[in-house]
C-alpha cells in the first residue's frame, strides 16, 4: 500500500479506535462531530508516523530495559497531548488515560500488523 493510502487507513482506523475507547472507557469523553473526530484522529496518525519512531529510536535503549514499558509510555503520551490539545477530547483522570490507550494501542498493532501481512 502506498504512502498515503496507508496515513489515510490509519486515520480511519485511529478514528474508529478513539471512538471505541469513547464509547466503553467511562472519562474518556469525545464531544464533537466527525469532522472532529476525524481531526483528532489524524493528529494522533502524524504523530505516531513521524515524531514516534524518532522517540523510539531515541529511546531505544531505555524501552529494552524497560521491557517495552516506555513505548507503551510514549503512547500513553500521544493520547494525553491529544487530549490537551483537541478540545473535543476530555480524559478525567489517569485510569481512562491507560484504559484508551491499551484500546488504541491493540487496535494500532493489530492494523500495523495486517497491513505487514498485506505487503
Do not use: C, E, H, W
Not at 524497560?66 to 490539545?85: P, V
Amino acid at each position: 500500500m502506498k504512502f498515503i493510502g496507508k496515513i489515510i487507513l490509519f486515520i480511519i482506523i485511529n478514528a474508529l479506535a478513539l471512538f471505541v475507547a469513547a464509547r466503553f472507557v467511562k472519562d474518556f469523553i469525545f464531544n464533537g462531530n466527525l469532522t472532529a473526530l476525524l481531526t483528532a484522529a489524524a493528529i494522533l496518525t502524524l504523530g505516531n508516523t513521524f515524531i514516534r519512531p524518532f522517540l523510539k529510536f531515541v529511546l531505544a535503549p531505555l524501552i529494552a530495559l524497560t521491557f517495552g514499558a516506555l513505548s507503551f509510555a510514549i503512547n500513553a503520551s500521544f493520547i494525553y497531548l491529544l487530549d490537551k490539545f483537541s478540545p473535543s477530547i476530555t480524559i478525567n483522570g489517569l485510569k481512562p488515560l491507560i484504559l484508551a490507550t491499551v484500546i488504541i494501542s491493540l487496535v494500532n498493532i493489530a492494523v500495523n500488523f495486517s497491513t505487514k501481512l498485506g505487503d
